[in-house]
């Protein structure tokens, strides 16, 4: 499965849930927007440390979705790959298997 149909099945999954939960995934919602806008930090690194830390939990879903948002943002592929180094320093072997994946991703998401 492609990055791009992975992208699609997490927001229908991501829709299905907000369905079932509307209250619980709106305050979410807002955690997430109150979280990553721009401020001291930019959105654009915010972005790119969340996606260090999807890397660490080994979270596949959260990669996607933060690759993208960090490509919306205006990340480059060499910030990304600067940002995997920290994840995999901070991760270890594990870490290595899931960079891999975020810089497929990129690589696929942003062409």
Known sequence: MSY????????NEARTLYKALPEVMTAFQGVMRAASKDGAVSARIKELTALAIAVTARCEGCIVFHVQNAIRHG???????EMLAIAIEM?????????????????????
């Open 91 to 111: 991760g270890g072997g594990p870490a290595t298997v899931y960079g891999a994946k975020a810089l497929t991703a990129f690589d696929e998401l942003s062409t």
């Open 75 to 81: 990340a480059t592929r060499e910030e990304l790959t």
């Open 4 to 11: 791009n149909e992975k992208a699609q099945e997490i927001r």
